[in-house]
């Protein structure tokens, strides 16, 4: 979705608006539910990358609006799974090594046929991020 066109920049226009993220929230709770999904996956590849309209604050927003979906999720009182999609090469995703360890549960899957591996991460339905 940031690949170059129209969309390139609505990722970080998402992540960095708490009003876009609540807008946002209640769209996809409302489709969840209504269609009968049991989770949904973020596959935002390569935030911050400048040659697919990233800024440099998508890192920081990326995990604030990670951590307010799942928190979002938990209030439906349903057991909602959230996973997300990182490319795992140094110079795209680095920064984000350890900002979601309090928030998700990470797991890679291999992945051939390119120099770019995938790296998925889930989180679980009742984690909110706190540390206490």
């Given at each position: ?80 799974g959230l996973s997300i999609t990182l490319v795992s090469t ?40 706190s540390t206490s």
């Open positions: 979705m940031n690949d170059p066109g129209p969309y390139r920049t609505t990722f970080s226009d998402l992540a960095a608006s708490t009003t876009a993220q609540d807008a946002f929230f209640e769209s996809l709770i409302t489709f969840m539910m209504r269609h009968n999904f049991d989770g949904v996956d973020i596959d935002w590849e390569y935030p911050a990358a400048d040659d697919r309209g990233g800024i440099a604050a998508d890192y920081d927003n990326f995990v604030t609006l990670v951590r307010r979906l799942r928190e979002r999720l938990n209030q439906t009182g349903r057991s909602y140094s110079n795209r995703t680095a920064p984000l090594d350890t900002k979601f360890q309090n928030i998700l549960t990470p797991f890679s899957l291999p992945h051939t046929g390119t120099s770019e591996a995938s790296t998925s991460t889930t989180s679980s339905p009742t984690s909110t991020g």
